[in-house]
Nanobody, 113 residues
Framework: VQLQASGGGLVQAGGSLTLSCVTS????????MAWHRQAPGKQRELVAT??????NYADSVKGRFTIARDNDKRTVYLQMGWLKPEDTAVYYC?????????WGQGTLVTVSS
C-alpha cells in the first residue's frame, strides 16, 4: 500500500488547513489510519488515529483537529483549525495493523505568527 499526502502549506495563526492522504489500495482492510507530525529538532509525535469508528487525539490538538476517514474514496483527512505556530511540522499519514505499517512521504505545514 502506498500513501500520498497533500494539502500542506503556509497559513497564519488562527487559520485552518485540511490535509489529505490517499491510499493506493482499499482502506476497508486497514485497521488504523493515523496522522503523525515531526517539528524541526523534535521527535515524531502521534497526532490522531481512526480505528473502528473511534478517533483519538493528542492533547495538544484536541478540539482543534479532526481526523476523518472515507473508505470509499480511500482517503483520510486531517482537518486542522485554530492553528498555532507550534503546529508547524511535517505531517505524515500512516496505515498500520497486524503485520503491516505503511507511511506516506509527509507534507509540510507552516504556521506563521
Amino acid at each position: 500500500v502506498q500513501l500520498q499526502a497533500s494539502g500542506g502549506g503556509l497559513v497564519q495563526a488562527g487559520g485552518s488547513l485540511t490535509l489529505s492522504c490517499v491510499t493506493s489500495g482499499s482502506m476497508y482492510s486497514i485497521n488504523t489510519m493515523a496522522w503523525h507530525r515531526q517539528a524541526p529538532g523534535k521527535q515524531r509525535e502521534l497526532v490522531a488515529t481512526s480505528v473502528g469508528g473511534r478517533t483519538n487525539y493528542a492533547d495538544s490538538v484536541k478540539g482543534r483537529f479532526t481526523i476523518a476517514r472515507d473508505n470509499d474514496k480511500r482517503t483520510v483527512y486531517l482537518q486542522m483549525g485554530w492553528l498555532k505556530p507550534e503546529d508547524t511540522a511535517v505531517y505524515y499519514c500512516n496505515a498500520y495493523g497486524p503485520g503491516y505499517d505503511f507511511w506516506g512521504q509527509g507534507t509540510l505545514v507552516t504556521v506563521s505568527s
